[in-house]
């Protein structure tokens, strides 16, 4: 089994939709959750931590259950430029390594 | 602007070459640096941690003698791909955490294409 699992989607919407992806993580000592935008050929940038309580950030919620081992990433109002992949990353202690998953492909269309 | 530099961002190299890779973190120092690889439509993964003035750790699987780490500054850590081979052509990806606001942020490079023919 996988540490990080995502769904690779490819998910495609049109403008202005609402979008939902998961996330799974095997590891319960998890302790830090984070959502990376990765662009085509291009290093992953922080979207947004994710925290206990849930977060959002303009358009973006991010939600998450520890019970689960689940976390979520909400856009409302998609733009054409949210057409990315977006990583699920957890990481275990303070300082430590990260593992990714897989990553989800969203492209949104005019 | 960048906070972590990686260079170069694209090479090209033949069969049986050495290849270079190095990673700065610019205005703040980095005692822990990770060295990822991405293959195409996959995830990043990790293949080392480079620890400044000790050894790196390997993750299972990564053969330590074909990718050489040094981590000789607090701001520099570099990856060697020793006598590349097609089957290592891929995205190598660094990263560096930096401490803000009391939250350790990992910031990444831009990446290091390898084409090795």
């Known amino acids: 089994r996988k540490e990080v699992e995502q769904d690779p989607g490819p998910f495609n919407v049109p403008e202005g939709a609402t979008v939902a992806f998961n996330c799974t993580y095997s590891?319960?000592?998890?302790?830090?959750f984070f959502w990376y935008r990765q662009d085509c050929r291009k290093e992953p940038k922080l979207l947004m931590s994710?925290?206990?309580s849930g977060n959002e950030d303009g358009r973006f919620t991010a939600q998450l259950n520890r019970a689960s081992q689940y976390i979520s990433l909400l856009i409302r109002d998609s733009k054409l430029s949210d057409s990315a992949t977006y990583l699920c990353v957890v990481r275990e202690y303070n300082n430590n390594d990260m593992r990714f998953g897989a990553g989800t492909r969203l492209t949104v269309k005019p | 602007g960048a906070v972590v530099s990686q260079h170069p961002s694209w090479v090209i190299c033949k069969s049986g070459t050495s290849v270079k890779i190095e990673c700065r973190s610019l205005d703040f120092q980095a005692t822990t640096m990770f060295w990822y690889r991405q293959f195409p439509k996959q995830s990043l993964m990790l293949m080392a941690t480079s620890n400044e003035g000790s050894k790196a750790t390997y993750e299972q699987g990564v053969e330590k003698d074909k990718f050489l780490i040094n981590h000789a500054s607090l701001t520099l850590s570099t990856l060697t791909v020793t006598s590349a081979h097609p089957e290592d052509s891929s995205f190598y990806i660094c990263s560096a955490t930096r401490q803000i606001l009391a939250k350790n942020i990992q910031y990444f490079g831009a990446g290091t294409r390898l084409s090795v023919l």
């Open positions: 590891n319960s000592a998890s302790q830090s």
């Open positions: 994710v925290y206990s």
